[in-house]
């Protein structure tokens, strides 16, 4: 049991680890650092002025398309990977379609890219 | 029974040897940038602290930010705010775990593991949007905004540039992939050649990689999320202190582990001609990093960085396409050969 699950235990230490260094470094932190706050240094810093208005706020509506592009080949992304490692095996079948569907996918991305979501100038 | 056949053992002795050896490049890397910088600009860079070189300014930086107050602005999601630099470093430390060093020195040869390391490599991306979202600042705000955006935009050209060496190794264990490049390719009398894949074919495969990288780990030319002329310091403006160390390590590591998975897809790994894998292999795999990472740190230095709009325009319409043309032509060969 322990061996099917080694890998996974390794991973989860190592990843543990990252967030526990954070977590220690701060606490080392916390011996040697000064805490004295005041309302100044708590305000979020825009160049040494006050701020104006809250710190959220309305987002363009471009950096939301290129989420949109990402799925349509993050997709692929995930379904080419087994078909690359048995590629050899499979033959000139699975190649075809792959191309198919890469040649597909290249569509869409030509099709985003004449619609003009890459032009950022008016 | 031996103590070694112990799991929990040789898993804290596996993740010792990993820290140990992470940190110790790691601050190898963070004085070689202070001084390769120094001398690309015809400076001569720290000279002071410790003595000859000031080869000391790495640790006296790291006592230095320590002591520093932990502010966290009174508008911050709290939380969110503090959780981010350990997501970022969460993330570094999963991908360290595939990277083999010789052929046993490696802390799990996962069968999906180049696979693996694409995916717990992208978490990075959560931890920068974590950072400039939960500041509360409008700079870290639209840094944040950037970063999603180009680590996603970029995210593809780097997974796509692997799939060629995957085609060819036809395994996606970092330890096979290493060993499929030491396979002898022809023979010249009756010495077997071996070649890596950079020199298989994958030449634009690994040029993508690599421009992909950079662009995954915020560097100059593609720092537009940090932009200090334009956004302070971007998703970091907010951050002091210990929590803006662990952020500065993320990267120095994050460098690190690309150039090291770089090295074995492209480079041969821990192997080099003529020398014994089992007993060299550390050191020509670390060299072979610290290779691509010195090149990292010359580009700072050679190009001016793009606009916003320049750098999607890059990812999309010429990686992208490139990438995938690599993939039909590494497949059509293999299946064709």
């Keep these: 049991m322990a061996e099917y699950f080694q890998d996974y235990i390794t991973v989860a230490v190592f990843a543990g680890f990252g967030a526990l260094l954070v977590a220690a470094a701060v606490g080392v932190g916390w011996l040697l650092r000064p805490s004295r706050p005041s309302a100044a240094k708590a305000t979020a810093y825009e160049c040494g002025i006050d701020p104006v208005g809250g710190g959220w706020s309305q987002t363009h509506i471009r950096y939301y398309i290129f989420a949109l592009l990402f799925l349509i080949f993050d997709v692929e992304a995930a379904f080419i990977f087994p078909w690359a490692v048995r590629l050899e095996q499979l033959g000139l079948f699975a190649l075809v379609e792959m191309v198919i569907f890469i040649v597909i996918l290249l569509a869409g991305l030509v099709y985003a890219i004449r619609k003009g979501v890459l032009k950022w100038e008016s | ?337």
């Design chain 2, 1 to 337: 029974m031996s103590l070694l056949d112990n799991v929990w053992v040789v898993l804290a002795v596996k993740l010792g040897l990993a820290v140990v050896i992470l940190f110790a490049l790691a601050l190898v890397v963070m004085f070689a940038e202070l001084k390769v910088s120094a001398h690309m600009q015809h400076r001569i860079g720290p000279y002071f602290a410790g003595g000859r070189w000031g080869w000391a300014q790495v640790f006296a930086e790291a006592l230095k930010f320590l002591q520093k107050e932990d502010l966290i602005p009174r508008d911050a999601d709290a939380p969110v705010f503090r959780l981010a630099p350990m997501v970022s470093l969460l993330g570094t430390f999963a991908v360290i775990v595939i990277i083999p060093l010789s052929p046993v020195l490696v802390a799990g040869d996962l069968d999906v593991g180049i696979f693996y390391a694409l995916a717990a490599g992208s978490v990075s991306t959560i931890a920068l949007l974590m950072a400039g979202w939960s500041s509360g600042n409008k700079y870290s705000l639209i840094g944040g905004l950037r970063a999603g955006a180009q680590l996603i935009a970029y995210e593809l050209p780097l997974v796509l540039a692997v799939v060629g060496v995957v085609i060819q190794a036809g395994t996606m264990s970092m330890v096979g992939i290493t060993e499929a490049q030491a396979q002898p390719l022809f023979h010249i009398g009756s010495v077997g050649i071996s070649l890596p894949y950079a020199l298989q074919g994958q030449i634009i495969g690994f040029v993508i990689f690599m421009i992909a990288a950079l662009a995954e780990l915020v560097r100059i030319p593609f720092d537009m999320p940090i932009a200090e002329s334009e956004l302070v310091m971007g998703y970091l403006t907010e951050y002091s202190g210990i929590r803006f160390t662990m952020f500065l390590l993320g990267e120095y590591a994050g460098m690190l582990a690309m150039s090291a998975i770089a090295s074995v897809l492209f480079l041969g790994g821990y192997h080099f001609w003529g020398l014994n894998a089992d007993w060299f292999g550390p050191f020509v795999l670390i060299g072979k990093s610290l290779i691509l990472v010195f090149v990292m740190i010359w580009f700072r230095w050679t190009w001016p960085r793009l606009r916003e709009d320049q750098l999607q325009s890059l990812a999309w319409r010429w990686l992208v396409p490139l990438a995938l043309a690599n993939i039909a032509v590494t497949a059509t060969l293999k299946v064709v050969l």
